[in-house]
């Protein structure tokens, strides 16, 4: 009997799990779809405005409703960056020691590494997720099996009509594991391969503000 509880208590637990991680999928999915999308129109709206801008000062003064999306937090870390320079009791210090470029050039990647941390995240949730979740559904096939053997075992009969029921039903979990697994596994597909897309939209972006940023430095002098 307490065998017979233990195992039920197991089967239980394991099928809540599962729909605990389909819970947690479909939230990651939808919040991330939303991500991607409002995270893109701002990009595209403040990439338009920056480059109609006529040269970094005016983009620097674009209007603060353009101001949104990672293209613009990777901008603003550039023009603080620039400003920075311009005080001398800043630019003396050991912050500025090297080749400008370079040095514009490490904290607009560090920025944007940042910015694609919080774009990656939950990837690694949908991941594992999609990794365990099969097995968590066999293993509560596995102790469902083993549930529905004591039963018969109990009953003193082996017959088809006795074994069918119970084992189907212990099979449940392990259909319900790949259930959940499939959407996890595609999305994470689909999130990384936008991610990617992301961090090199963001990498052509500072290769340009670079570009136009000492080039207006070199024309200057």
Same mark, same amino acid.
């Given at each position: 009997?307490?065998?017979?509880?233990?195992?039920?208590?197991?089967?239980?637990?394991? /099928?809540? #799990?599962? /729909?605990?991680?389909?819970?947690?999928?479909?939230?990651?999915?939808?919040?991330?779809?939303?991500?991607?999308? =409002?995270?893109?129109?701002?990009? $595209? !709206?403040?990439?338009?405005?920056?480059?109609?801008? @006529?040269?970094? $000062? +005016?983009?620097?003064?674009?209007?603060? %409703? #353009?101001?949104?999306?990672?293209?613009?937090?990777?901008?603003?870390?550039?023009?603080?960056?620039?400003?920075?320079? $311009?005080?001398?009791?800043?630019?003396?210090?050991?912050?500025?020691?090297?080749?400008?470029?370079?040095? /514009?050039?490490?904290?607009?990647?560090?920025? #944007?590494?940042?910015?694609? =941390?919080?774009? %990656?995240? *939950?990837? @690694?949730?949908?991941?594992?997720? *999609?990794?365990?979740?099969?097995?968590?559904?066999?293993?509560?096939?596995?102790?469902?099996?083993?549930?529905?053997?004591?039963?018969?075992?109990?009953?003193?009969?082996?017959?088809?009509?006795?074994?069918?029921?119970?084992?189907?039903?212990?099979?449940?979990?392990? +259909?319900? *594991?790949?259930?959940?697994?499939?959407?996890?596994?595609?999305?994470?597909?689909?999130?990384? !391969?936008?991610?990617?897309?992301?961090?090199?939209?963001?990498?052509?972006?500072?290769?340009?503000? /670079?570009?136009? +940023?000492?080039?207006? !430095? #070199?024309? =200057?002098?």
């Amino acid at each position: 009997m307490p065998f017979h509880f233990e195992t039920a208590f197991i089967i239980d637990g394991t /099928l809540y #799990t599962l /729909l605990v991680f389909s819970l947690v999928t479909w939230t990651l999915i939808f919040f991330k779809v939303w991500q991607f999308a =409002k995270n893109n129109y701002y990009n $595209k !709206r403040y990439g338009t405005a920056f480059w109609n801008a @006529t040269d970094l $000062k +005016a983009a620097e003064q674009l209007p603060e %409703e #353009t101001k949104r999306g990672t293209k613009s937090r990777v901008a603003a870390c550039g023009f603080a960056w620039l400003a920075e320079l $311009k005080d001398p009791v800043a630019a003396a210090s050991l912050k500025f020691r090297g080749s400008p470029q370079d040095l /514009l050039e490490q904290a607009l990647k560090k920025q #944007t590494q940042d910015e694609q =941390k919080r774009m %990656e995240s *939950g990837l @690694t949730m949908l991941a594992s997720i *999609g990794s365990t979740a099969p097995f968590v559904g066999l293993f509560g096939t596995v102790m469902g099996i083993m549930n529905a053997m004591h039963d018969i075992s109990a009953s003193g009969s082996a017959s088809l009509d006795v074994v069918a029921g119970p084992i189907g039903d212990a099979l449940i979990a392990t +259909a319900i *594991g790949i259930a959940v697994a499939v959407p996890a596994v595609l999305a994470y597909n689909f999130f990384q !391969r936008r991610a990617k897309h992301h961090r090199a939209s963001l990498e052509h972006f500072v290769d340009g503000f /670079l570009h136009i +940023a000492f080039g207006e !430095r #070199t024309t =200057k002098e």
